[in-house]
């Protein structure tokens, strides 16, 4: 663990104190060493808690709990100009690109700041990887009574199902976790499981309400293995959203792709819209995401911690660094 100086603020900055760290798959897998768009060395923590201690930010007083939209864009490209900046071509993502929030003290563009609206530090260190789930729901333009099957039972997948719940969706969830499956079943009210290692997916899928397939599959595994099978689950006129990201190839037949006229897309980051949609859901009570928080350390337990959060048989589901 390095000493580092306080950072000085600058005009367009704000001085903030960071309180939680969320850590994800992201970090877990650049720690790893096999995360895309990475480069080392790096600071992590993008999922983050903080309190405002100076800066030009227009509302924001000393001491106020807040966090921050993580995805620093350039303003200027195509994407940005097109009310995109989440997929910015010239992104930076705090953490992931630049050094990131495991500091005691950071300095962020002064415009990245989010009011907590009243969330503890807790709630506010889940914003950002529930409106990862916020996001992908939207662009799935889901809709009140339409079948979806998520797969990943992890952090991001339990976001997923929350706002696929929230949207009036009937939610599968697919996980090859007997362990995952079962606590989201008792935390999070999901009802419909699969786990393709011991059942027959396809089967199970037309066993839920109708005998239709999903007309949403949504990937939040990151797996090669899950992300190419995921094809194989989708209805004739169906959307596929990819939010799990990794590093090889993907693949799948062409003529059940074309026969089907599916939709594939990826869904990338958040926006400003979708933190404030996320804040709204929790501070009204419609989510509850903070039975996902399974673990906590201090930061000076990180180093000597931050290997154990991969092992399974820990059962992690989220842990929370608390500064």
Do not use: W
């Amino acid at each position: 663990m390095a000493e580092r100086k306080i950072p000085t603020p600058m005009p367009g900055f704000s001085l903030l104190r960071i309180r939680r760290i969320g850590i994800c798959g992201t970090d877990l897998h650049a720690f790893a060493g096999n995360q895309p768009f990475f480069s080392y060395p790096r600071v992590l923590g993008h999922e983050l808690a903080a309190e405002f201690v100076e800066g030009d930010a227009p509302g924001f007083v000393a001491g106020e709990q807040l966090t921050i939209l993580p995805y620093f864009h350039c303003g200027a490209c195509l994407a940005c100009r097109n009310g995109k900046p989440n997929c910015c071509s010239a992104i930076n993502v705090f953490g992931v690109h630049i050094d990131g929030g495991m500091s005691e003290y950071v300095l962020v563009p002064s415009t990245a700041l989010v009011k907590s609206q009243g969330l503890t530090l807790d709630q506010l260190a889940l914003v950002e990887p529930l409106a990862i789930g916020a996001h992908a729901v939207s662009r799935a333009d889901v809709k009140p009574g339409e079948k979806v099957l998520v797969i990943g039972a992890g952090p991001i997948g339990i976001g997923l199902v929350q706002f696929t719940q929230l949207a009036g969706a009937d939610v599968i969830l697919m996980d090859t976790n007997d362990d995952r499956l079962a606590f989201c079943q008792s935390h999070f009210k999901v009802s419909q499981l699969i786990n393709p290692t011991c059942q027959d997916a396809v089967e199970m899928l037309k066993s839920f309400g109708s005998t239709d397939m999903p007309t949403v599959v949504i990937d939040a595994t990151g797996n090669l293995q899950a992300i190419n099978k995921g094809f194989g689950f989708l209805s004739h006129g169906g959307r596929y959203i990819l939010v799990g990201l990794q590093l090889g190839e993907i693949s799948f037949s062409h003529p059940e792709f074309h026969k089907r006229e599916a939709t594939l897309m990826s869904s990338r980051n958040a926006t400003m819209a979708d933190f404030n949609h996320v804040i709204s859901a929790m501070t009204s009570g419609s989510i509850d995401p903070l039975p996902m928080i399974t673990h906590q350390m201090l930061f000076d337990d990180v180093v000597q911690g931050f290997n154990q959060l991969s092992d399974p048989s820990n059962k992690v589901v989220k842990a929370m660094v608390g500064c």
